[in-house]
């Protein structure tokens, strides 16, 4: 079992910088791609980004990139989402995941964490 415990979210004009932070309890840390999703109101939750088990390899979603920076520190049981360039449309929910799938469709994601709350004001 793995809980994972995000924090880091508030309210920030649009231009501001947040970085959200997912600790997450258990050995098996190093074995799980981890990643975010988020979920605006009203809307299916969507794929932001997620990072390899080493650590080495990333990936996010189109309306992030270039923007958001995913890394991870396996010796802490933490991955960070940095978020640069903050817009209105990132408002939402943003949830800490893990998987062991490495295609981390949303269908395969073993553990959510319950959420942390982004709003972007412009």
């Known amino acids: 079992q793995v809980q994972l415990v995000e924090s880091g979210g508030g309210l920030v004009q649009a231009g501001d910088s947040l970085r959200l932070s997912c600790a997450a309890s258990g050995r098996t840390f190093g074995t799980y791609v981890m990643g975010w999703f988020r979920q605006a109101p009203g809307k299916e939750r969507q794929f932001v980004a997620r990072i390899n088990r080493s650590g080495f390899s990333t990936n996010y979603a189109e309306s992030v990139k270039g923007r958001f920076t995913l890394s991870r520190d396996n010796a802490k049981n933490t991955v960070y989402l940095q978020m640069n360039s903050l817009k209105p449309e990132d408002t939402a929910v943003y949830h800490c995941?893990?998987?062991?799938?490495?295609?981390?469709?949303?269908?395969?994601?073993?553990?959510w964490g319950q959420g942390t709350q982004v709003t972007v004001s412009s």
């Open positions: 995941a893990a998987a062991t799938r490495s295609s981390f469709l949303i269908s395969e994601v073993d553990y």
